[in-house]
């Protein structure tokens, strides 16, 4: 049980106010993916480490520069020094015996549960995949093929949290969108922890879904390993999956090198109501993101009364779990009860925040789904909590954060395929379009390019 001892203090913004644009400014920097802030104890443990204040990127940018350069001893040096595990090329990688023990010894229900959402997942998954596609031209006699291939890149890490908590679910929700694209390989790294690379519910998961290939070390190093390689630990071709604030730059550093999926912030969500809503519904949902802490939760709505109504659910609710205090932090940091005047106005806001969960919880949900434009998955309807998401409907839960669903979208199968145009010509289609290729190259004085055509049109 969780007792508050002070009022929530979570942030009211009422756009009619004159400072409403500036309390919005305020909430959307600190939604924004920065990565230079950093507490206290994290400097003094930087300082520690390194002899000096660097910041987060100057941190993650020394690590995965000592990785590429030394490899599998600085992946191991590292690990001991972030994690305090000394582990060697024996015992990084779990075992066959090790995935085989921890299925054994796993709960058949869970199992069972498991079974259940990978097939969801797959479901879906699989029915989004891109498909080829193909266009033919008739040029009189001539004739032209076009086609757009899509085939699966060969391998893929995958990055599973496990310093606060074991998260099988995010397992779920990468391997299975790479399977489902046909992805051959697919390692995984999690810190050596007991909700990492030593947790029976985790391993069992993997063994049931035929993931085989996972590395007990995290953070920046295991980033850097994925993308560089390191012992036994093979470069791959892109990296997906949540983590903390290093593991995000460190995604950011690697990426040229390797594909990504985002740089993926805190947990964050906006729920779009009106007066058909439920206050304690709505409560529910701001505080299920806000207790990753660091995580969001905004209340955008137009009918007035619900501000406090969900205020007084935020108090009861937060008062009675588990993990209440966590939750209550984010929300008093990171979240807002903002009031507009109509629903175009919060479609406008919730657009500029651009979130990562977007909860319509109205009387038409349809009707609003049409206004609003950036979300990185949208939830309809009173009875459609984000947790659904979160573990069984489908879609991955891997979605941008930090405004970045302006331009970004949530990881799903299509992303592990690569695309290429194929493009087919015979001699007479060929002939047909010359002039066309002839007069581009001339235009833009590439006389190689038209030379390129005249040779097989007879010319010299």
Not at 64 to 70: I, K
Not at 158 to 169: D, E, K, L, N, R
Not at 310 to 338: K, N, T, W
Not at 358 to 380: C, R, W, Y
């Amino acid at each position: 049980m969780s007792a508050a001892k002070t009022p929530l203090q979570i942030p009211r913004i009422d756009t009619a106010r004159d400072d409403a644009d500036e309390l919005f400014a305020q909430l959307r920097e600190k939604l924004s993916p920065r990565g230079n802030m950093v507490s206290e104890a994290g400097r003094a443990r930087t300082i520690a480490l390194f002899g000096e204040p660097l910041t987060p990127q100057e941190v993650v940018a020394r690590i995965c520069g000592e990785v590429e350069r030394d490899g599998l001893s600085a992946v191991l040096d590292y690990t001991e020094k972030l994690d305090g595990k000394r582990l060697g090329e024996a015992t990084l990688r779990v075992t066959t015996e090790e995935f085989a023990t921890a299925h054994k010894a796993a709960d058949e229900g869970f199992l069972d549960v498991i079974r259940q959402i990978r097939d969801n997942i797959h479901e879906f998954q699989t029915a989004i995949l891109n498909q080829e596609v193909r266009v033919t031209r008739d040029l009189g006699p001539g004739q032209v093929d076009l086609r757009q291939r899509y085939v699966p890149v060969k391998r893929v890490g995958v990055c599973v949290p496990g310093g606060a908590a074991a998260y099988p679910s995010t397992l779920l929700m990468t391997a299975i969108p790479a399977m489902a694209a046909g992805v051959e390989e697919v390692a995984v790294i999690v810190p050596p922890t007991d909700f990492g690379g030593y947790n029976t519910d985790l391993l069992a998961t993997c063994q049931e879904i035929g993931v085989s290939e996972v590395y007990r070390v995290g953070g920046a190093q295991g980033v850097a390993a994925l993308a560089y390689g390191a012992g036994p630990i093979k470069p791959v071709d892109m990296i997906v999956g949540p983590g903390n604030l290093f593991v995000a730059l460190a995604k950011r550093h690697v990426y040229g090198t390797v594909g990504i999926d985002s740089i993926a912030g805190p947990s964050e969500v906006i729920v779009l109501a009106d007066d058909a809503a439920n206050a304690d519904y709505v409560a529910s949902d701001l505080i299920s993101q806000a207790e990753h802490s660091p995580g969001s939760g905004v209340l955008v709505t137009w009918h007035k009364p619900l501000i406090d109504e969900v205020y007084a659910a935020l108090e009861r609710q937060l008062a009675r779990l588990s993990r209440g205090d966590l939750a209550r932090q984010s929300l008093e940091a990171y979240g807002a009860l903002i009031c507009v005047a109509d629903e175009n106005e919060a479609a406008e806001w919730t657009d500029r925040l651009a979130t990562e969960h977007l909860h319509i919880s109205t009387a038409d949900p349809e009707a609003m789904l049409a206004k609003v434009q950036n979300a990185g998955a949208i939830f309809l309807g009173h009875h459609t909590p984000v947790a659904l998401g979160d573990y069984v409907a489908g879609p991955s839960h891997v979605l941008p954060t930090g405004g970045t669903a302006r331009f970004a979208n949530g990881l799903c199968s299509n992303d592990f395929l690569k695309r290429s145009s194929v493009i087919s010509y015979d001699a007479d289609a060929l002939k047909a379009d010359a002039p066309l290729v002839q007069a581009m190259a001339d235009k833009e004085g590439l006389s190689a390019h038209r030379a390129s055509v005249d040779i097989r049109l007879g010319g010299k």
